[in-house]
């Protein structure tokens, strides 16, 4: 119902940006929450950011907080990360994810649609 492409991943260095971007289409209406996860070489996939589709309201992993930003687009059904200031600890594949309904927002197992992810390197 809900196809979801990612693009923006990349590799730089410390204390640089990247933007990274979903895009969402098919069946819009359906989407509740819309975000982002990332799994780094060895570990789980953990969430990271997530928006709420018809209002805006934000969640930011602890880690992230003052870093990222994530937003949405609704007239473009595009949900965008703002990743700045950053670390060797933010290299991963980083996914983006949408659910259809509100059943919480941490864990990965909720979520309807993902994409293929996107690679971020950052170097040190």
């Known amino acids: 119902q809900v196809h979801l492409v990612e693009s923006g991943g990349g590799l730089v260095q410390a204390g640089e940006s990247l933007r990274l971007s979903c895009e969402a289409s098919g069946r819009i209406s359906s989407i509740y929450d819309m975000g982002w996860f990332r799994q780094a070489p060895g570990k789980e996939r953990e969430f990271v950011a997530v928006v709420r589709w018809r209002d805006g309201v934000r969640h930011v992993r602890d880690s992230v907080k003052g870093r990222f930003t994530i937003s949405r687009d609704n007239a473009e059904n595009t949900v965008t990360l703002q990743m700045n200031s950053l670390k060797s600890e933010d290299t991963a594949i980083y996914y983006c994810?949408?659910?259809?309904?509100?059943?919480?927002?941490?864990?990965?197992?909720?979520?309807?649609?993902w994409g293929q992810g996107t690679q971020v390197t950052v170097s040190s």
């Open positions: 994810a949408a659910t259809a309904s509100y059943m919480g927002y941490w864990p990965p197992t909720i979520y309807d649609y």
